[in-house]
């Protein structure tokens, strides 16, 4: 099966500063990954996507980037703000989705 | 967007009773529900997956006469924790998936058994 990694497991940032989360998967045959945000009490909320065709997607401050080679997928937020402090989970979906262990990201104002 | 909502949010209950938890799609039909457990500061764990109408199927190690759960609707599935204990007590998650569409999630059950 699918085994994905997620990196770093914390991550402490300045207000204004960029962060990256970064995901290795496995299986070749996994053709879409998403990111999710999960803040404390709550689900995780979809924050953006890419599938195995396109090798990287901006929606405005937040950017994917996906080598397949590699198979690895990186997510990047710019111009980071407090209310971007979350849980971010990596996923990749093969017959099933596979998640990564979550990175918790503190922006400190 | 695409809509799951989850209820109840918070549960508490004692030792020994039974538990539904409520995962419905507002605003697209979920052909595919997953249900997931999460411990604290963990990653999602899938515990089973359910096609409408269909028999759902679990993961090694879940035990389905525990955790019951009914795909009866494109919109609703249920779970149902039986007979719960102390060790059932987590945070559930539903999340719904329709064709061609991606993963969506509900926003969580916290189930506190005493």
């Known amino acids: 099966g699918e085994n994905v990694e997620q990196h770093p497991s914390t991550l402490s940032v300045q207000e204004g500063d960029s962060a990256v989360i970064k995901c290795t998967y496995s299986d070749s045959a996994s053709n879409y990954f998403p990111w999710y945000k999960q803040e404390l009490g709550k689900g995780p909320q979809l924050i953006i996507d890419?599938?195995?065709?396109?090798g990287e997607k901006k929606d405005q401050r937040i950017a994917v980037t996906l080598n397949k080679t590699a198979k690895h997928f990186s997510l990047h937020i710019t111009e980071t703000q407090p209310e971007d402090s979350a849980v971010y989970f990596c996923a990749a979906l093969g017959n099933q989705f596979y998640f990564g262990t979550g990175t918790s990201l503190t922006v400190i104002p | 967007g695409a809509v799951v909502s989850q209820h109840p949010s918070w549960v508490i209950c004692k030792s020994g009773t039974s538990v539904k938890i409520e995962c419905r799609s507002l605003?697209?039909?979920?052909?595919?529900m997953f249900w997931y457990r999460q411990f604290p500061k963990q990653s999602l764990m899938l515990m089973a997956t359910?096609?409408?109408?269909?028999?759902?199927?679990?993961e090694q190690g879940v035990e389905k006469d525990k955790f019951l759960i009914n795909h009866a609707s494109l919109t609703l599935s249920t779970l149902t924790v039986t007979s719960a204990h102390p060790e059932d007590s987590s945070f559930y998650i539903c999340s719904g998936k329709g064709s061609g569409q991606p993963q969506h999630f509900g926003d969580g059950t916290r189930l506190s058994i005493l």
């Open positions: 359910s096609n409408e109408g269909s028999k759902a199927t679990y």
């Open positions: 890419i599938r195995s065709n396109v």
């Open positions: 605003d697209f039909q979920a052909t595919t």
